[in-house]
Structures are given as structure tokens and as C-alpha cells.
């Protein structure tokens, strides 16, 4: 019942800024995390940033700097701002939903990936 959509991937050159955008449908409680992960060719998943229902923020050290998460609460979207984009942001980026609240505390949903591509 509960989905992840992405969008906003896509091929962008070096320096370019691109925006994902991930929006929830289903049936989820208010306290949660929300956020992105990314994996290239060849390496393992990592985390990039999340945000939580509170507003509190936490970032990969790669990232740090050139990258915004963000969330609409009323709509339960996480949007995710990459600027200054480099080659080694290619990757595979996924939406992220972590539950939080005492009843449903640890339930995980992902979204099915959307495609970042930076050229040199």
C-alpha cells in the first residue's frame, strides 16, 4: 500500500545542479526519516542525506556543501537539491522512508532508484 516515487533523475554535466523529488502514497505515521541513498557501478549503497519530521538534517561528507535535502510534511515528499554536481555523483539514487513512531518503529520503504548521470 505504501509507495516511493522518484523523479527528477537524469544526465547533467559537471557543475550542473539537478533536483529528485520522491512522493509517498499510502498510509504512514508522522514521525519518520526520510532521505536518499545512491549506488554506483560496482560500489555499495551509501547514504546521502536524510531529514527528519522534525526538520533535523544529516549528510555524507561527499555531499556536504553542494547538496539540500528537504520535506514537505503535508505531502510527504522529500526532495533532494544537488548543485555543483561532480562525475563521481553518478549513481543510482534511491528515496528512503524509515518509520519512527513506537508502533511501527524500523518499517523501511523504497523507491526504485532513479538514475543521476554526471558527464565530464
Known amino acids: 500500500q505504501v509507495q516511493l516515487v522518484e523523479s527528477g533523475g537524469g544526465l547533467v554535466q559537471a557543475g550542473g545542479s539537478l533536483r529528485l523529488s520522491c512522493a509517498v502514497s499510502?498510509?504512514?505515521?508522522?514521525?519518520?526519516?526520510m532521505g536518499w541513498y545512491r549506488q554506483a557501478p560496482g560500489k555499495q549503497r551509501e547514504l546521502v542525506a536524510t531529514i527528519t519530521s522534525g526538520g533535523s538534517t544529516n549528510y555524507a561528507n561527499s555531499v556536504k556543501g553542494r547538496f539540500t535535502i528537504a520535506r514537505d510534511n503535508a505531502k510527504t515528499t522529500v526532495y533532494l537539491q544537488m548543485n555543483s554536481l561532480e562525475p563521481e555523483d553518478t549513481a543510482v539514487y534511491y528515496c528512503n522512508l524509515r518509520e519512527m513512531s513506537p508502533s511501527r518503529y524500523g518499517m523501511t520503504y523504497w523507491g526504485k532508484g532513479t538514475l543521476v548521470t554526471v558527464s565530464t
Open positions: 499510502g498510509s504512514i505515521f508522522s514521525i519518520n526519516v
